[in-house]
């Protein structure tokens, strides 16, 4: 299954694969100099054997003698002299109700939606599906009353660990529910369904709350406690009420969506929801109001069977990147969520497997896929990070750094982020123009009007060679880009339109008005050591050179005689030979001007002396992160710039860049807000007089940020 599925895939033709001896070496060459391939887990999460469940320990779930209730509530029945009545549900759920009623108390309510819990999990276990869902709503109820009811004499104690054990409960019992129901057909937004019981029928509506993500994206849900996140550094799981949820999305060809964000979705694309269940107050009293005057009556057993009952239930599906919070009978109500797992889960599939992707992408340029990818929905009020990635490598390697940045709120209301991906193996100008090419596209079939403000504030943060790609993005070509080439003019040159268009937008460029910062981290700004003789032979050796760059550099040779400078850019096919410090291109992207819109934010890697590895990364590519010296990383024109401790494999993942990024981008919004013209975004075009800048607000400064000058010392 291919990762690409819009239009800006390509298809290639198949190239004949390299000699292994050689690619060992290439491989062995890369990792001892610490490469920017990504040491992502091939296993980002696993089933657990049992679901995570944060009653297990209080209430003994898997005890072989089976759950029990805690301490707490055997003693409250002991006081009412009940606790002989445990073994029938029915009597003990009479009495405790009718004890409620005479003298209504919390402690009452809790014990209800425990013992409920109980007798659920005891009747799911038999594969009493009916009973367990009797009973789970049964607990899901007597929770909530207890969390929300106001109309007992002394408010919830939010210091007690029974409210704690109540908000579980609630999670826990409505989790059971979605369980079983979920078995009886798939949850969607939109739909209704009548679910059965012995007492009850209840009449179930599923809503979507989201701003980005639409009914029709749902195919299946899976539930968070299934599965266990070991690819991830950090897992970002906020506690409430609600059931964490992964939604699996459903895929469309392009061809037949009617989003055009569609294009920029990767198949069987993960993303967190959370489940929140609204019973109508309403119904559950008039279900039996002589018995039971409070909603408990909607589960409760009366003493004499009970007539058939309706219930009506809306069962909330709510998107955190939108809202972390929900009202609950006039009080606002913290969500549980989790970002974390639903992206590991994402990561899990195939088509998403590090090595594969960014080896084809190395090695095989031609047959690679490229272009935009979003891991969230599209939002057109938020503004667009843009990821891209390194050398043999692919955006899986931002997933630390993304699942950091999207854990602060702050973060999730203000971006959006997006990951570019571009074969490696080809020198880094041709990705750029590619890139160029696929943001053009990108705005035409998002905003082809233009109307959307937030696009225009886009921001991009490239590692290594990746920051190479973004840069050129920024800066204006003027003629000195083509004159690596030839100092003739363009105009004179012999050849087929689309060699000659491929030539011009690769070479002649103005900067993207739409990008407003650019972040490089381990950027060879001055080239690397580590494209030496050897590493430059291998990858001559290795690396297929697509078949149109081949042919176009024949038809130019044959047509242009005397035409392109000895030294001409032209000769160099792949990426390794373009990251040479003797490469032509890079000085002259050096001094090339950026647009004065455009602020440039530089992090720079400095691994330890410790170890083989490092002392050999050094003795290869000079004092700096293993693969790029501190004098190629430096940035003099950078408006912050910082050295974290780090080699360049781990520079973009290291916790120190990651709060810097986050610093930029919170910095970014704060003088966004506070831009003239009463906070209104402004378009590249309208540019402030030469020398002038917008207020800058007091923020706190960047981690350990140091003088350009003293950078690269």
């Not at 974390?340 to 594969?356: F, G």
């Amino acid at each position: 299954m291919s990762l690409a599925a819009g239009p800006l895939s390509r298809a290639n033709s198949r190239r004949p694969v390299a000699p292994t001896v050689a690619a060992y070496l290439l491989a062995i060459a890369l990792l001892t100099v610490g490469g920017c391939a990504s040491t992502g887990s091939s296993k980002w999460v696993s089933l657990r054997s049992t679901p995570r469940n944060p009653l297990t320990d209080a209430l003994g779930l898997v005890a072989k003698q089976g759950p029990k209730p805690t301490e707490r509530t055997l003693q409250l029945l002991r006081r009412y002299n009940l606790e002989d009545k445990l073994g029938d549900k029915r009597a003990l759920f009479a009495e405790l109700n009718a004890i409620n009623r005479r003298e209504p108390n919390r402690e009452h309510l809790y014990a209800l939606a425990e013992l409920a819990y109980i007798g659920a999990k005891r009747a799911d276990a038999a594969m009493k599906s009916e009973e367990a869902l009797e009973l789970y709503g049964s607990s899901v109820l007597y929770s909530y009353e207890y969390l929300f009811d106001d109309s007992y004499s002394t408010p919830s104690n939010e210091f007690d660990p029974q409210f704690r054990r109540a908000c579980d409960l609630y999670n826990s019992a409505l989790e059971g529910t979605l369980r079983i129901v979920q078995s009886q057909g798939a949850l969607r937004p939109g739909t209704s369904r009548i679910i059965k019981t012995a007492n009850h029928d209840c009449q179930l509506e599923v809503q979507l709350k989201s701003k980005g993500w639409h009914e029709a994206d749902f195919d299946r849900v899976e539930f968070v406690s299934d599965y266990e996140v070991h690819g991830l550094r950090n897992h970002y799981h906020n506690f409430g009420l609600g059931v964490p949820l992964i939604a699996i999305r459903r895929h469309l060809e392009p061809k037949d969506a009617t989003d055009a964000a569609e294009q920029f979705y990767p198949p069987d694309l993960s993303f967190a929801v959370t489940a929140f269940l609204r019973i109508d107050a309403d119904s559950a009293r008039e279900s039996d109001n002589a018995v039971v005057p409070t909603s408990t009556a909607a589960f409760a057993a009366p003493p004499a069977p009970p007539q058939k009952r309706t219930l009506h239930a809306v069962l909330e599906l709510h998107d955190p990147l939108d809202s972390t919070h929900v009202d609950a009978d006039g009080a606002r109500v913290p969500l549980e969520t989790d970002l974390s797992t639903p992206l590991a889960h994402n990561l899990s599939q195939p088509a998403l497997d590090e090595d594969t992707l960014s080896t084809a992408g190395l090695l095989t340029p031609e047959k690679a896929d490229r272009g935009l990818y979003m891991l969230e929905p599209f939002r057109a009020d938020k503004i667009p990070v843009v990821m891209v990635h390194g050398l043999w490598s692919s955006p899986v390697t931002w997933m630390e750094m993304f699942n950091d940045l999207r854990s602060d709120p702050a973060i999730r209301e203000n971006y959006q982020f997006w990951f570019y991906l571009y074969p490696s193996g080809q020198p880094f100008w041709q990705s750029a123009a590619e890139m160029r090419e696929d943001l053009a596209k990108m705005r035409v079939s998002l905003d082809p009007q233009r109307r959307s403000p937030a696009l225009d504030q886009m921001i991009l943060v490239g590692h290594s060679m990746g920051g190479l790609v973004s840069r050129l993005q920024t800066v204006d070509s003027g003629n000195e880009f083509w004159r690596t080439l030839s100092d003739k003019p363009f105009t004179d040159l012999q050849a087929d339109a689309e060699i000659r268009d491929d030539l011009a937008e690769t070479f002649f460029f103005d900067p993207n008005p739409s990008i407003r910062r650019i972040v490089t981290i381990g950027t060879p700004h001055r080239g690397s050591e580590f494209s030496n003789d050897f590493t430059k032979w291998l990858g001559r050796k290795l690396i297929t050179v697509p078949t149109k760059l081949m042919h176009g550099r024949s038809q130019l040779a044959s047509r242009n005689p005397e035409y392109f400078l000895p030294s001409a850019p032209l000769n160099i096919t792949n990426s390794i030979d373009s990251l040479s410090p003797k490469s032509p291109l890079l000085p002259v992207l050096l001094e090339a001007p950026a647009g004065p819109w455009v602020k440039h934010h530089n992090i720079i890697g400095q691994a330890p002396r410790e170890g083989f590895t490092n002392k050999v990364s050094m003795w290869l590519s000079g004092e700096g992160d293993g693969v790029v010296s501190l004098e190629s990383a430096r940035l003099d024109t950078a408006a912050s710039q910082i050295v974290v401790p780090s080699d360049h494999m781990s520079v973009h993942r290291h916790p120190q860049s990651i709060l810097e990024v986050r610093r930029i981008l919170l910095q970014n919004v704060a003088e966004l807000q506070n831009f003239p013209h009463n906070g209104a975004v402004q378009y590249a075009t309208s540019a402030l007089p030469p020398g002038s800048e917008p207020p800058i607000p007091q923020l706190p400064g960047p981690i350990a940020t140091l003088p350009t000058a003293e950078a690269a010392r």
